[in-house]
């Protein structure tokens, strides 16, 4: 069992950066991969970015690739989410979550309660 809490949402202006904190209880953080989601009003859950348990496989969605980075320290059982040059559309409620390595939401087992990041132009 793996209980995730998210932190780090703000409204920021367009160019902006915020950096989003996953912090993970459970004793078998280090086994899952964990991924961040993100879910506009009225639109789909949508993948973000995943790295793998030991953080040496990570993949990114081509609308943030080059802006954020995902990352992870096993040791304080968090994993976080640098974003940069943010832009209107990334903004969202963004969602953590752990379980095996992929970039459908529908299979990670675990979810934390969403952080809302908000764009202004």
């Known amino acids: 069992q793996v209980q995730l809490v998210e932190s780090g949402g703000g409204l920021v202006q367009a160019g902006g950066s915020l950096r989003l904190s996953c912090a993970a209880s459970?004793?078998?953080?280090?086994?899952?991969?964990m991924g961040w989601f993100r879910q506009a009003p009225g639109k789909e859950r949508e993948f973000v970015a995943r790295?793998?348990?030991?953080?040496?496989?990570?993949y990114y969605a081509d609308s943030v690739k080059g802006r954020f980075t995902i990352s992870r320290d096993s040791a304080k059982s968090t994993v976080f989410l640098q974003m940069n040059s943010l832009k209107p559309e990334d903004t969202a409620v963004y969602y953590c979550a752990a379980g095996p390595l992929s970039s459908s939401f529908k299979t990670y087992a675990y979810w934390g309660q969403g952080t809302q990041v908000t764009v202004s132009s």
């Open positions: 459970g004793r078998t953080f280090s086994s899952y991969a």
């Open positions: 790295i793998s348990w030991s953080a040496g496989n990570v």
